[in-house]
């Protein structure tokens, strides 16, 4: 995303009658909105230096609905010793989706949130080597929240166009070709297992969604350790109980956001949607099934990321 970028709208359409419309900025997809233009310049700026990282900084980072609102809720109240889920909405600290202005006006800590690669992550905090959590998950189960998520969308200042229509056959094969929002789930592992691969002792942590659904006070306190936080196992276990995902759920509905349900149908905010790890059980045929874990994405099962666990 480097230099001078421009935007346009594309469309692809699946075997099946569907379609999904995105906005290619750079060569990196993004839903579309009405505001490709602002982005255009946004995603600009970010690259070129105008937010610049502190030492306490910690970035979040994950391909989209990996558990990065879960996620972040944790490491927030971990960073700030408290067991309350935070007042804010996620985006607010989200690295494309909120201003340079307001990131940069943030109380430390900061834990800023984001989809991009390590390459893309603004050059100041790759030379600080602030502290970065990586979350992987299931792609199937990314694949059935990601159909779910994007389905809802519509663009902004209409009377409900929705940025996808296609039923899930087409989405899948348009989420295994990376014709969805911020591309391939593949080329986002891989891009992330390098920089594993080539900075062994570069601070990253990885979390596995899977894991932490199973024993969530044990990651948490993980997590506490990298962090370098001397919270106690209680609040630990508090953390771990307040931010289940019925009580996250519940918690935020209370925050009302017109920018963020503009974007949706029925203007409603749709995150915390189930959290389970079997979800995608609901979608996926046997076939399907069979061409994850034995195609391209199954292939992926000997990276650093640790894929053996959940497929």
């Not at 889920?85 to 800023?112: A, T, W």
């Not at 601070?203 to 948490?220: A, G, H, M, Q, S």
């Not at 956001?257 to 749709?270: A, C, L, V």
Request: net charge positive; hydrophobic share 35%.
């Amino acid at each position: 995303m480097e230099g001078e970028m421009s935007y346009k709208i594309v469309t692809f359409h699946g075997k099946d009658g569907g379609s999904i419309t995105l906005a290619d900025i750079g060569g990196f997809y993004l839903p579309i909105t009405g505001y490709e233009a602002y982005m255009t310049k946004h995603l600009g700026r970010l690259c070129s230096g105008h937010l610049q990282a502190r030492d306490d900084d910690v970035i979040i980072c994950s391909y989209p609905k990996s558990g990065l609102h879960w996620i972040w809720e944790v490491v927030t109240m971990l960073m700030r010793n408290t067991s309350e889920p935070s007042i804010d909405l996620m985006e607010q600290h989200s690295f494309e989706f909120s201003s340079i202005k307001l990131l940069n006006g943030l109380r430390s800590p900061r834990v800023f949130v984001t989809h991009l690669t390590f390459d893309e992550l603004p050059q100041s905090f790759r030379e600080r080597r602030c502290k970065i959590v990586y979350i992987c998950r299931d792609p199937r189960a990314v694949a059935v929240s990601c159909f779910h998520y994007v389905r809802l969308m519509k663009v902004k200042g209409t009377d409900g166009r929705p940025v996808l229509y296609a039923d899930w056959p087409d989405f899948l094969r348009f989420f295994q070709e990376g014709k969805v929002p911020f591309g391939s789930w593949i080329s986002h592992i891989k891009a992330w297992d390098k920089v594993l691969t080539s900075r062994p002792g570069y601070p990253i942590y990885v979390i596995n969604f899977e894991n932490t659904k199973r024993d969530p006070l044990k990651e948490i306190l993980k997590l506490n350790r990298f962090l370098g936080c001397k919270n106690s196992i209680e609040l630990c276990t508090e953390i771990a109980n307040n931010t289940r995902i019925g009580k996250l759920r519940d918690a935020k509905a209370a925050i009302s956001d017109k920018t963020s349900t503009e974007f949706f149908q029925d203007n409603k905010y749709p995150m915390y949607r189930k959290g389970e790890t079997d979800d995608w059980k609901t979608l996926f045929t046997v076939k399907q099934n069979e061409d994850i874990i034995f195609g391209d994405i199954g292939k992926l099962r000997t990276s650093n990321i640790k894929l053996t666990s959940m497929l």
